[in-house]
């Protein structure tokens, strides 16, 4: 059977692996005979659930949430750079929140905190980036790379900034998709219930009106009046199938097959593709400046950053770190897998000749980023009247099919 290990290694780093053996104690012995002791093993049952439940991380007032990682590293940046050690660092946080602070995050009691655990395990001699990789689900890989890479000169300051920096960037980014995405869900969702009070509503009482009229409606207006007076005369379950169906509807999208399939579509949209390429781009760029900053040979940097990608573009990152552990340079290897625009590839020759890669790589993320700013404002621009026409469209079809039969009449009176 399979184990998720995390391993701390002979340089004192620790990172998580997946091991295949028949028990437990043979995952330790041979973890033992490559020089590697396992700080977390959990197997891996059917459907790649783990055997043992991850940290659950819950407000003061018992309810679940999200450990805020930025908040963590501001406060954490803070007390470095004022002097205080990380050890003392991390004690104060961990005292602050068990004082039940409104901004503080706890697990099932304070003892058990997230950051007393992390005090804990910095007390014993593990390095921070070891003990931040212990929770795996809560701190993400670059980050911990980033420590790994400052604790060479112990000085966690420069890579708390970049990181703070890096988060706020890409935040930043994702938070212009959302924003261009914001009006037209809203426009969608007025418009069906309009659609709905016009159908539900209105049309069952145009069909007690047409009741006599028998064979002499139009087709098209028998059908809307047909389901306008089922819905009108069961509401009820309407109501419920349609939550339900809101229901489906929303744990589609939320499945990583449902996205794959609404990106490959929304890649074959020309302005759409180059927004959503623009995007990768920039965190793809942003990631590796972060690293190669602190230290991190660009290989490594790579293997870390695959992670945040899309699986076609993880492919074709890993054919680049291939290249370049051959000998090939950055940009050739990026250009040839398509990993750079025109632009990208310029700040990365520029790069390379003037010894200053990561900072040109910096300057390409936020090149792109902008990018992906102006395309997001021109699809709120476009998007919203576009969905605006559709749904004028659909409720003036649902009028005239009501008005119809009237048409008719005045037409057989004259």
């Not at 809560?138 to 604790?151: K, N």
């Not at 049309?203 to 009229?213: E, T």
């Not at 025109?342 to 520029?350: C, G, K, L, P």
Request: glycine fraction near 8%.
């Amino acid at each position: 059977m399979q184990f998720r290990v995390l391993a701390l290694h002979a340089d004192g780093t620790a990172r998580p692996m997946m091991v295949e053996a028949a028990d437990v104690s043979a995952v330790r012995r041979s973890l033992a005979q490559d020089g590697m002791t396992a700080l977390e093993l959990k197997p891996v049952r059917a459907g790649g659930a783990s055997g043992a439940a991850k940290p659950r991380v819950r407000w003061a007032d018992g309810n679940k949430s999200r450990f805020d990682v930025d908040l963590f590293c501001q406060e954490l940046l803070a007390l470095v750079t004022a002097g205080v050690t990380i050890g003392e660092a991390l004690e104060t946080l961990a005292s602050k929140e068990s004082t039940g602070s409104a901004t503080s995050v706890t697990a099932a009691s304070p003892g058990d905190s997230l950051l007393a655990k992390l005090h804990a395990r910095v007390r014993e001699g593990l390095p921070l980036s070891a003990a931040l990789a212990q929770f795996p689900a809560v701190f993400p890989t670059v980050l911990c790379e980033s420590l790994r890479a400052a604790e060479r000169t112990s000085d966690y300051a420069p890579a708390l900034e970049r990181f703070v920096r890096y988060r706020r960037l890409t935040r930043e980014v994702r938070e212009k998709l959302v924003a261009a995405s914001i009006y037209p869900l809203i426009l969608l969702g007025v418009s069906g219930l309009v659609l709905l009070f016009l159908v539900g509503y209105v049309v069952p009482r145009f069909a007690d009106v047409y009741a006599d009229m028998g064979d002499k409606l139009p087709s098209a207006s028998r059908a809307l009046l047909w389901v306008g007076s089922r819905i009108g005369a069961y509401p009820l379950p309407t109501l419920a199938g349609l939550a339900l169906a809101v229901a489906s509807i929303v744990i589609t999208v939320r499945t990583g097959r449902f996205r794959e399939i609404v990106m490959a579509v929304l890649r074959r949209i020309p302005r759409l593709n180059a927004v959503i390429a623009a995007a990768e781009f920039s965190r793809l760029y942003r990631t590796l400046a972060l690293l190669l900053h602190g230290g991190i040979p660009m290989v490594s940097s790579l293997e870390v950053a695959r992670g945040l990608l899309p699986l076609e573009l993880a492919r074709r990152l890993d054919a680049s770190r291939m290249a370049i552990s051959e000998g090939r340079s950055f940009s050739d290897a990026m250009r040839q897998q398509g990993l750079s625009t025109a632009v990208a590839d310029r700040f990365f020759r520029v790069g390379e000749g003037s010894g200053k890669l990561a900072e040109m790589i910096d300057r390409a993320a936020d090149f792109h980023e902008e990018e992906v700013g102006r395309g997001a404002d021109w699809l709120g621009r476009v998007i919203g009247p576009f969905l605006m026409l559709i749904m004028g469209v659909v409720i003036g079809l649902v009028v005239v099919l009501m008005y119809m039969p009237i048409f008719s009449l005045a037409d057989a009176i004259q």
